[in-house]
């Protein structure tokens, strides 16, 4: 069975803000699925522990405020519309100046940043 990539207790030391109990241990595995896609199965492929410690340290951090952003924002990255407007005020989600979307999936753009750093990321990598 899929074990996500972080704990609940390496989620306190990462996460900035608290997802409920009974909610945590999905929001962790459906962050680390969409980590899995942003880095093509690479980490699936090779295995986590098969991940330098730098890489493991980074891939349980992006987790967690993945696991964060998802939760604070369910909302919006569920719903079908791009954008809306209602009485002069319009809002847009989607790739933004501090939002990353790929491959149906939204991140801050900085936590994709770091993600970057485990060299995984790369869509010409074997």
Known sequence: MYQPYVTQ???EVYSS???PDDQLKRALRTASRHIDTLTYNRIVGRGFSSMTEFQQEVIKEVVSLQADFEYENADEINTILSSYSINGV????GSSWNVFA???IAMKRDVYELLKQTGLCC???R
């Open 90 to 93: 319009s809002a847009q989600f």
């Open 17 to 19: 803000s608290r997802i």
């Open 9 to 11: 207790a390496e989620y």
């Open 102 to 104: 790929d491959m149906g």
């Open 123 to 125: 869509r010409l990598l």
